[in-house]
């Protein structure tokens, strides 16, 4: 679905359409791996420590493009930033101890590899959309999705092919249903970042996510974190809009 919707945005702005070059293929190629093994550490990590905590995880994911944009554009970090790059590695420390605490878990700390994965997984796709964002024309912004999630598509195929996995039905219309939000936050994040700040693109969009995955889980599921799930909660979200504003 996901394939399909990038394709269609293709063809609405194909009187701009350019040929991506070789750099923007392997990039898209390279994300689209990227975005399948963390979509794979997401839901493991769903499964271990729940949807909130899981959702708080993933946005956590915004100090990697900032550590890097420092490293690599010598960007220069105030005083609310480093504060919130605090909060964010004490949070990561409270989930540990959250899922040390779940009943019958065993191994915590090689479990805790899933959220890691997902954190950098995530953060590394926010970099590099601001780099192609630097570094490439708006006429590219709907083949570079399509690459993106063709590439996912194609390699999550191979891996069921290789494993032997049958998706039944209700998986499929899953599948289906996960792909359209994802494709379209992906694409208009690419726009939102070419006329808005970053700042206010990525506080608005990680907050947002955070709210509504921890209302919803409680609703739908009635999961609720324990204490110290919440001291990670509210920590992890002080801690990424800190870091978003500053």
């Known amino acids: 679905m996901a ?8 063809l609405s702005e194909f009187s701009s359409f350019e040929v991506p070059s070789g750099a923007t293929i392997l990039g898209g190629v390279s994300l689209g791996v990227l975005f399948l093994l963390s979509f794979f ?6 499964e271990i420590a729940g949807a909130a905590s899981a959702s708080v995880f993933s ?14 554009f010598n960007e220069t970090p105030g005083m609310l930033r480093l504060v919130g790059f605090a909060m964010a590695l004490f949070s990561i420390i409270l989930f540990y101890f959250s899922m040390k605490d779940k009943k019958n878990r065993k191994d ?16 590394m796709n926010d970099f590099s959309l601001k780099l192609f964002n630097q570094f490439n024309p708006s006429s590219m912004e709907a083949p570079f999705v399509f690459l993106i999630f063709s590439s996912a598509a ?13 998706i039944d039905r209700k998986s ?11 494709v379209f936050s992906t694409y208009f994040l ?3 970042l070419k006329v808005m700040d970053g700042s206010i693109v ?5 907050i947002s996510i955070i709210v509504l995955t921890t209302l919803l889980a409680n609703i739908i599921w009635q999961e609720k974190p324990d204490k110290w799930g919440f001291m990670a909660l509210f920590s992890g979200t002080v801690g990424i809009i800190l870091i978003s504003i500053s």
């Open 202 to 206: 990525y506080s608005v969009s990680n």
């Open 154 to 166: 194609s390699f999550s195929f191979m891996w069921m092919k290789v494993t032997s996995i049958c």
């Open 108 to 123: 915590p700390g090689r479990i805790f590899i899933f959220p890691l994965v997902l954190m950098f997984g995530i953060g």
């Open 41 to 46: 550490a997401f839901s493991r990590t769903v």
């Open 190 to 192: 690419i726009k939102a």
């Open 59 to 72: 946005r956590l994911s915004v100090i990697i493009p900032i550590v890097l944009s420092i490293i690599f």
């Open 172 to 182: 499929f219309f899953t599948g289906l249903f996960l792909g359209i939000p994802n």
């Open 3 to 10: 394939c399909v919707i990038s394709l269609i945005l293709i």
